[in-house]
């Protein structure tokens, strides 16, 4: 029989990856902060880590309290999800921008990037939190809810490594590579959005059918 605690670290991990990103974050990163040193981007890095993993946290924690409050199942949630991850994977594939023009701009100016607008809203996103929500709902002790936590900290520690690694990655990879890898993960991250809605409408429908 599975380890619960090991079953949700790992489910959690493989649940968020895809749909924050981290890959796909490295290049607004170090275009960001082209002009800091070495120095203050690794600091960047290591807050951007951990404010990821306390605002995906803090929504696991508060997720029974968040839909009872709202007066939403799990179905409409995971339908809703399904459609924001959606949105995010099509701006992938068609290669649009994770954050807006204001937001780009915006960040050009600010002397921390590390809250806004990495890690709200371009990597612990709607999408990112609607996967918590949604496992908090599916947790029913407190080794599945450490489950979930171990397996966001294990996001924290792997969006912290690409991001002080990344820059090797992109000199390699180059614009193309890194883009047809987005693209690659966009169609991924797809899939897994048709998915969250069909679980979505069946939960909703299940109560009704014989």
């Not at 990037?113 to 599916?138: D, K, L, Y």
């Not at 890898?181 to 809605?197: D, S, Y």
Request: charged share 10%.
């Amino acid at each position: 029989m599975t380890n619960p605690l090991i079953s949700f670290a790992l489910g959690t991990l493989a649940a968020l990856f895809p749909i924050a990103n981290p890959i796909g974050a490295l290049p607004i990163f170090y275009g960001l902060t082209a002009t800091d040193t070495p120095r203050f981007r690794l600091r960047q890095a290591q807050k951007i880590a951990v404010n990821v993993v306390v605002v995906l946290g803090v929504f696991l924690l508060g997720g029974r309290l968040i839909l009872s409050f709202f007066g939403l199942s799990l179905g409409v949630l995971q339908i809703a999800g399904g459609l924001i991850v959606a949105h995010t994977a099509w701006q992938m594939v068609t290669s649009h921008g994770r954050i807006t023009p204001a937001e780009q701009s915006e960040a050009v100016d600010k002397d921390d990037i590390s809250f806004t607008p990495m890690a709200i809203p371009m990597i612990s996103g709607p999408g990112a939190i609607g996967v918590v929500i949604g496992q908090a709902t599916r947790a029913s002790g407190w080794s599945e809810y450490t489950g979930c936590l171990l397996g966001i900290v294990a996001l924290g520690i792997v969006l912290y490594l690409c991001l002080v690694l990344g820059e090797s990655l992109i000199e390699r990879m180059g614009t193309t590579g890194l883009g047809a890898l987005n693209r690659i993960l966009g169609f991924l991250i797809l899939a897994i959005a048709v998915q969250l809605m069909a679980d979505g409408v069946l939960a909703l429908l299940k109560p009704v059918l014989p």
